[in-house]
């Protein structure tokens, strides 16, 4: 639950906070240190669309959350 409520907050501060590539770009710079590549920009231009409403771009957020690179692993 708190992670859900983080994510929709999230996503409502990413509205109108530039372009879709841009909020591409520095959710990931944010989240992993690096930009994202063809495949992954593609993609999640594919989930926010050129208009990006709350809802997509908590979707966005959760696909970047659910990256690999945050999986633990005991």
Known sequence: PEVA???EEGAKGL??????SEIIHKTFM?????PPSRS???AAIGVIGQEPTAE???DFLWSVF???EFLYVN
């Open 5 to 7: 409520k983080l994510m």
């Open 40 to 42: 992954e920009s593609m």
């Open 30 to 34: 944010a989240a992993l240190s690096r």
């Open 66 to 68: 659910m990256l690999p």
């Open 56 to 58: 997509r771009l908590e």
């Open 15 to 20: 509205i109108g906070k530039g372009s879709p």
